[in-house]
């Protein structure tokens, strides 16, 4: 083998292992998260939303606890038509709750709510679906990674991590996202707005959801179409 070969080969061991580290670090940076909520009595949106701010965290492991919180706080059981009147009533219903946490409760609420949605579309359908596979359809959905098999693998920790991904991929997207090492709840949070494409509506951090809140059907009735795409494809 000549010098040239080894050095190529040596470079792809050094990809393997680094791809290897990130992995495990995504892992051990969601079980810690999952730790942290489940040990609250409260459990759901309230164990999230008192959930320090700080906590490291990564995007995808923060995705799984939003689907965790969900299933855990809401009963399931809607017609089609319900689906977004459920929708509508959940984000009137959990406004006001994330006040007191300020601007990165209201993003927090705000992408529960979408979560939420999420799981009743998939409920009505009567889809058997982990949590781990939920969260994997919401980073699709919400524009963060291309497609389901990178976000099943990024949930998973079987590839590259969100954030990972997210460097490699999309360059000109992350100068606009903080991304920092660790990741913690609020730049999780954070960057899952952004790279969402809420933010853009008039709805900076800093004044997070109050019209979305109270006026979301427009939104809703889109995230339900392509929810229902995106699970047809996927069938």
């Not at 709510?113 to 998939?122: F, G, H, I, N, S």
């Not at 969100?162 to 460097?167: F, G, H, I, K």
């Not at 889109?222 to 069938?235: H, I, K, T």
């Amino acid at each position: 083998m000549g010098i040239g070969e080894r050095l190529a080969a040596k470079a792809a061991a050094i990809g393997e292992q680094a791809k290897e580290v990130a992995a495990t670090r995504a892992r051990e940076a969601a079980d810690a998260a999952k730790d942290a909520v489940t040990a609250r009595t409260e459990g759901g949106l309230l164990g999230l939303l008192r959930m320090d701010d700080e906590r490291p965290v990564t995007i995808e492991g923060v995705t799984v606890l939003l689907v965790a919180a969900v299933r855990r706080d809401e009963s399931r059981g809607l017609s089609d038509r319900d689906v977004l009147k459920a929708a509508k009533r959940r984000y009137r219903r959990l406004g006001t709750l994330s006040l007191p946490s300020g601007p990165v409760g209201g993003i927090l609420v705000n992408l529960y709510c979408e979560a939420a949605t999420l799981c009743d579309v998939v409920e009505l359908r009567g889809v058997a679906m982990s949590d781990d596979a939920v969260a994997a359809h919401l980073l699709v959905l919400w524009h963060v990674l291309p497609d389901l098999d990178v976000a099943a693998a990024a949930v998973a920790g079987d590839g590259l991590g969100v954030v990972d991904e997210l460097r490699a991929r999309a360059r000109e997207r992350v100068a606009a996202v903080e991304l920092p090492d660790p990741m913690t709840k609020r730049a999780a949070l954070t960057a899952l707005w952004r790279l969402n494409g809420l933010a853009g509506d008039a709805m900076e951090a800093e004044g997070t959801g109050v019209r979305e809140r109270l006026f979301p059907g427009r939104r809703v009735k889109a995230f339900v179409r392509e929810a229902g795409e995106q699970l047809d494809r996927a069938a």
